[in-house]
Each structure stands twice: as C-alpha cells, then as structure tokens.
C-alpha cells in the first residue's frame, strides 16, 4: 500500500480521532504522556519506533498511540525520523518534541532534503526540545544548527542480544540450505534499502551506495571464486540488475516482517550497529575483520573496499594452506569462521 492510499484509507479514523482525543486527554498534566511517532512505511523508522516505545515502558513511562499526537496538546512527542519531526505541523504544535538526526550531512550533492532539513533546524532550534545522535559528526552538526549542547545527546546504537544471537554453525548451514546459498560460496550479504521508494527499488538512492556495491563486487568476481550476493531488504531492483548484467550469482529475499529479517541475518538496519555486532562476535571467539575508515577513504571508494575484501578472502586462503588461485569447493567448505 502506497503512503498515500495508507493515508486517504485512514481519513475516517483521523476524523474519529480528532472527536474523541482532545476529550480523552484534556485532564492529562503537562508532558505526562509520551507519545513515539513513526512513518507507517514498516521499516526501519517504525523498527526504532516499537523499540524506543517498549524501552520507554520499561523505564515507567507512560506511552500514548502515536496516533493520537496530533489531537493531544501539551504531551511529549519524539520522532525517529528527523525529517518528519521538522514540519509545520509538529514544530508549531503545544508539544515538546524531541527527535533522533541519524544522519544528512548538508552539501551532500543530490540530496537538497538534507540541506532543507539543516535550514529548518537551524531556524527553529529553539522549538526542539531533546535531539539524539549516534556519532561525534551529528553531534556537531546539530550544536551548529543553533541547538542547546544540553540538549544533544549521543547515544549510540545498540543490539538486542535477545533477539540477534550469535549464530551456530549449524544455523548458518540451515540458512544457506534455505536460501540456495552454495555450500562452498564466499557470500558478500547486503542488507538494507538502497533503492529510492519502498517499491522495486530501480532508481538508486545513491546516498546508500548501490553503485559501490556494484562496481566493488563486479571487480571481485575475478580473484574470489565462487562470490555469492545476498541481498535482503525492499527497493533492491537497481542493484539486482546490476548483478544480473555482470553474470555474478546472487539472491534476493524480500521478508514479509522485520521479525523475519532478524532470523535471517542477525543485524539491523543502521550500519552504526555493525561495530556493536563485531565487539560481541569477537569477545564471543570468532574471527572479526576490522577496516578503518581511513583505509577506505572518507568516500567509500571501490578500490580500498575491493582489497579490504580481497584480504578477507586472502586470510581464509592462508590458513587452508591454499594458493588463493587455487582454492576450490573442499577447502572453502571446511573452513569455519
């Protein structure tokens, strides 16, 4: 369902809504309630707004429908996206708002939404009342924008150990069953949304590197054999065909819930979280490959991330006692990370 006909279907309940709210909640005392407000697209946003509502709860706060921020006045309102949080209709409300800025670093060529979205925080710092950021860059960008310091707060993105364990070796040989995932293939998974929309995904969105994913697997198709591509995640039709063209194996799986993508994959959808994943794989005794960001250049470039790889697939080599040329189905096979 398109976010217009999510929108036009849900007229009448916006109507019943704006009747009964500000009724209900007229005796609520000021910024008792919080209320957690996502995009309705069922990604990751909404992913941020079911955990950052359950953690809220467990810390005793009190937690209102999102649906009901716009009818209510003088309540608590965050929004995991800061896109949204930055219109009219929230900065001009009664409530306190409070929203994450991930990421949208203006100047950003082809994207003005991040350059609109610094302007518009910049003239209405004062009206945002928490911001949250993962890294030191949003962290300055935000104070920049005029926001009180004592109002940015860096928290970075974690994992649910409950829900992303480690996998077992058992586990990883079911998933590639699963999935027709050669028993003997180096795979290269990609998991996220890097088309523009939630429909095929044949545009690129540019910003999540499409095109560098490409180019960097299209050059290493000729040293790592039996290269694989796992994707997962909505808008993926640029990078599918891509790969199609190139003649590099590859499957997508398109997840009906994002339950389904944690069994699948054991990871989010922000690449901040990957660092959080390594700690707990490595302390956990597996063997974690770390690049640096300034061995990959500030711009991702395909060179330094084909010979990151390259190394990888090199390192398995040695350890099988293998000319890396020559390794074939039996020795890729048994070796474990």
């Known amino acids: 369902m398109t976010t217009a006909l999510r929108r036009l279907t849900s007229a009448p309940s916006r109507a019943l809504l704006g009747a009964y709210v500000p009724a209900r909640t007229a005796s ?53 996206n800061h896109f949204d949080a930055l219109q009219p209709r929230w900065l001009e409300s009664p409530h306190r708002i409070g929203l994450s800025y991930f990421h ?36 300055g960008l935000v ?14 993105i974690g994992v649910d150990i409950e829900r992303f364990p480690l996998a077992e070796p058992g586990d990883r040989a079911s998933a590639r069953s699963a999935f027709g995932i050669p028993e003997s293939a180096f795979v290269v998974g990609s998991f996220l949304k890097d088309g523009v929309g939630m429909a095929d995904g044949s545009e690129p969105k540019l910003v999540k590197g499409p095109d560098t994913l490409v180019a960097t697997v299209g050059r290493l198709r000729a040293s790592i054999p039996e290269l694989f591509v796992f994707l997962t995640g909505p808008a993926r039709g ?37 660092k959080e994943v390594a700690d707990a794989v490595e302390a956990a005794g597996s063997r974690v ?18 010979v990151a ?7 398995f080599a040695r350890q099988l006692g293998t000319d890396p040329d020559e390794v074939g189905s ?8």
């Open 28 to 80: 609520w005392p000021k910024a008792s309630r919080l209320f957690v407000v996502g995009d309705e697209l069922g990604w990751s946003i909404d992913d941020d707004r079911v955990r950052l509502t359950a953690a809220a709860r467990r810390l005793g706060y009190e937690v209102a429908p999102p649906s009901w921020a716009r009818f209510a006045r003088n309540q608590a309102v965050f929004h995991p």
């Open 104 to 139: 949208g670093r203006p100047g950003t060529a082809g994207y003005p939404e991040f350059d609109r979205a610094f302007e518009l925080l910049n003239r209405n710092a004062a009206q945002v009342d928490r911001v949250q950021v993962t890294h030191a860059e949003m962290h």
């Open 143 to 156: 104070i920049a924008a005029g926001v009180d310091p004592d109002r940015v707060f860096r928290i970075r």
């Open 238 to 274: 640029f990078v599918r065909r891509e790969l199609e063209r190139l003649g590099i194996a590859h499957h997508h799986v398109s997840l009906g819930s994002r339950d389904a993508l944690v069994s699948l994959d054991g990871g989010g959808p922000a690449a901040t979280r990957l």
């Open 289 to 306: 490959y770390r690049v640096t960001a300034a061995e990959l250049g500030e711009s991702l470039s395909i060179f330094p991330l084909t």
């Open 309 to 315: 790889v390259q190394r990888i697939a090199l390192d």
């Open 330 to 337: 039996a020795e890729w096979r048994s070796f474990e990370l």
